[in-house]
């Protein structure tokens, strides 16, 4: 084809199906609930596998449950675009699913080119981006990142797996030679406010910030609530409180409230019940930051919030086993690569740094060269029902990446 490969691009059907995706796990109150290995994403994953056949791909499920589609030859040289499907509990319809489908879409305009591409196009939907089991497990499977202990405690992902007809024993079996992906190209949308301010419909990603998630248990006292005096209690859960509202006000003491974020959830409070007095909490915590240190300096605030909390309060408090993605700075090749494309198209994008993590960091601290590309995300909000992107957005945002797509098959990476 001589003319502009983006008018082989069909907005209308990428929205088509971005609706339709957002069916499979919608839920009453709004949102989508598209966790991992669950019924809705497994019919949500049989709906792209059929559409990746119909855009003339060859589409299958590998052992970790990755969604792939492939044009082009089957074998060797491969250029991947990847996201993933899965969705937060209430999630929006276009974390992740946009720059599946955008793929998708680029194949269709890809094949419809007559382009024969030397190495392979992939359009990939990695499993359980959003860790309701293992954050970014497909990726890290399919790069060979996973490490034995990552998915050590194993029971819950093997049974979600199994319940779906999947067997965990095939994780591993994902991992692919690396030196055969030539690149990896991720769109997403931002999911925070600064292309909105900037005016802007698409940015560039220089890096991802990196983040460690523990969990701590604090464990006292479990006992009548009616008949334990409140002087002589050890209550997990007034505990985890004040260790929560110490970390929190240590970091903004300390100079690092925009440093980097600190997120605490999933509170498994037991007994559970308020006749109890809650004996035990365990609790989740996250810190994400740009660079190592911040994420150090961050977890050591959380772990002595913790420790005099439960000091204080008679009780104790054990620190799980924290799983660490490091920062990961994207490929500087691809990115001056990206920009002389914006710059040939008269598109006008910026440089900017992701808060949120993708699977392209898996792939960018495994050496495959990688970029991101994100659309504006109105009123910078995501996980949740009300995340929004314009169609004039997204038509930038799939548009871009079809040029990319297609400039990288036609010149090569290098
Ligand atoms: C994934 O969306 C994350 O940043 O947690
Ligand atoms: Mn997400
Ligand atoms: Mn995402």
């Given at each position: 084809?001589?003319?502009?490969?983006?008018?082989?691009?069909?907005?209308?059907?990428?929205?088509?199906?971005?609706?339709?995706?957002?069916?499979f796990?919608?839920?009453?109150?709004?949102?989508?609930?598209?966790?991992?290995?669950?019924?809705?994403?497994?019919?949500?994953?049989?709906w792209?596998?059929?559409?990746?056949?119909?855009?003339?791909?060859?589409?299958r499920?590998?052992?970790?449950?990755?969604?792939?589609?492939?044009?082009?030859?089957?074998?060797g040289?491969t250029?991947?675009?990847?996201?993933?499907?899965?969705?937060?509990?209430?999630?929006?319809?276009l974390?992740?699913?946009?720059?599946?489908?955008?793929?998708?879409e680029?194949?269709r305009?890809?094949?419809?080119?007559?382009?024969?591409?030397?190495?392979?196009?992939?359009?990939?939907?990695?499993?359980?981006?959003?860790?309701?089991?293992?954050?970014?497990?497909?990726?890290?499977?399919?790069?060979?990142?996973?490490?034995?202990?990552?998915?050590?405690?194993?029971?819950?992902?093997?049974?979600?797996?199994?319940?779906?007809?999947?067997?965990?024993?095939?994780?591993?079996?994902?991992?692919?030679k690396?030196?055969?992906?030539?690149?990896?190209?991720?769109?997403?949308?931002?999911?925070?406010?600064?292309?909105?301010?900037?005016?802007?419909d698409?940015?560039?990603?220089?890096?991802?910030?990196?983040?460690?998630?523990?969990?701590?248990?604090?464990?006292?006292?479990?006992?009548?609530?009616?008949?334990?005096?409140?002087?002589?209690?050890?209550?997990?859960?007034?505990?985890?409180?004040?260790?929560?509202?110490?970390?929190?006000?240590?970091?903004?003491?300390?100079?690092?409230?925009?440093?980097?974020?600190?997120?605490?959830?999933?509170?498994?409070?037991?007994?559970?019940?308020?006749?109890?007095?809650?004996?035990?909490?365990?609790?989740?915590?996250?810190?994400?930051?740009?660079?190592?240190?911040?994420?150090?300096?961050?977890?050591?605030?959380?772990?002595?919030?913790?420790?005099?909390?439960?000091?204080?309060a008679?009780?104790?408090?054990?620190?799980?086993?924290?799983?660490?993605?490091?920062?990961?700075?994207l490929?500087?090749?691809?990115?001056?690569?990206?920009?002389?494309?914006?710059?040939?198209?008269?598109?006008?994008?910026?440089?900017?740094?992701?808060?949120?993590?993708?699977?392209?960091?898996?792939?960018?601290?495994?050496d495959?060269?990688?970029?991101?590309?994100?659309?504006?995300?109105?009123g910078?909000?995501?996980?949740?029902?009300?995340?929004?992107?314009?169609?004039?957005?997204?038509?930038?945002?799939?548009?871009?990446?079809?040029l990319?797509?297609?400039?990288?098959?036609?010149r090569?990476?290098?």
């Amino acid at each position: 084809m001589s003319g502009d490969i983006r008018a082989l691009l069909n907005l209308d059907r990428l929205l088509g199906d971005i609706r339709t995706l957002a069916g499979f796990g919608a839920v009453e109150a709004g949102g989508i609930d598209r966790p991992a290995f669950s019924p809705a994403i497994v019919d949500a994953e049989e709906w792209l596998m059929q559409a990746m056949r119909q855009a003339g791909m060859t589409a299958r499920r590998d052992g970790a449950g990755n969604i792939m589609g492939r044009l082009g030859p089957q074998t060797g040289r491969t250029l991947i675009c990847g996201s993933h499907i899965d969705t937060v509990r209430g999630g929006g319809s276009l974390d992740g699913t946009l720059g599946v489908l955008a793929g998708l879409e680029c194949a269709r305009a890809i094949a419809a080119s007559g382009l024969q591409p030397s190495a392979g196009f992939e359009v990939v939907a990695f499993a359980d981006e959003e860790g309701a089991y293992h954050g970014l497990l497909g990726s890290k499977a399919m790069a060979g990142a996973l490490e034995p202990d990552d998915i050590q405690d194993s029971g819950a992902l093997a049974m979600a797996m199994l319940a779906v007809g999947l067997d965990f024993s095939a994780v591993s079996k994902a991992a692919r030679k690396l030196d055969e992906v030539e690149a990896y190209l991720e769109l997403h949308i931002e999911q925070g406010p600064v292309l909105e301010r900037l005016g802007l419909d698409i940015g560039i990603v220089d890096a991802i910030v990196g983040m460690d998630l523990s969990s701590y248990t604090l464990t006292g006292k479990a006992r009548h609530s009616g008949s334990t005096p409140m002087a002589d209690r050890q209550d997990a859960l007034v505990c985890a409180a004040s260790a929560i509202h110490s970390a929190i006000a240590a970091m903004v003491e300390e100079g690092l409230a925009d440093a980097g974020t600190m997120t605490f959830g999933n509170l498994r409070v037991s007994p559970g019940s308020t006749n109890v007095v809650p004996g035990q909490v365990i609790v989740d915590s996250e810190v994400r930051a740009p660079n190592r240190e911040t994420i150090a300096a961050l977890r050591s605030i959380v772990d002595r919030a913790f420790q005099n909390a439960a000091g204080q309060a008679g009780l104790t408090t054990v620190r799980g086993r924290n799983v660490i993605d490091p920062p990961a700075p994207l490929s500087k090749g691809l990115r001056d690569r990206l920009f002389a494309i914006a710059a040939k198209n008269n598109l006008q994008c910026e440089l900017l740094s992701s808060g949120a993590c993708h699977d392209a960091q898996v792939f960018a601290s495994r050496d495959v060269p990688t970029a991101m590309i994100f659309i504006e995300s109105k009123g910078g909000i995501s996980h949740h029902s009300d995340e929004h992107s314009t169609p004039a957005a997204i038509r930038a945002g799939a548009e871009f990446l079809l040029l990319a797509v297609h400039d990288l098959l036609v010149r090569g990476t290098r």
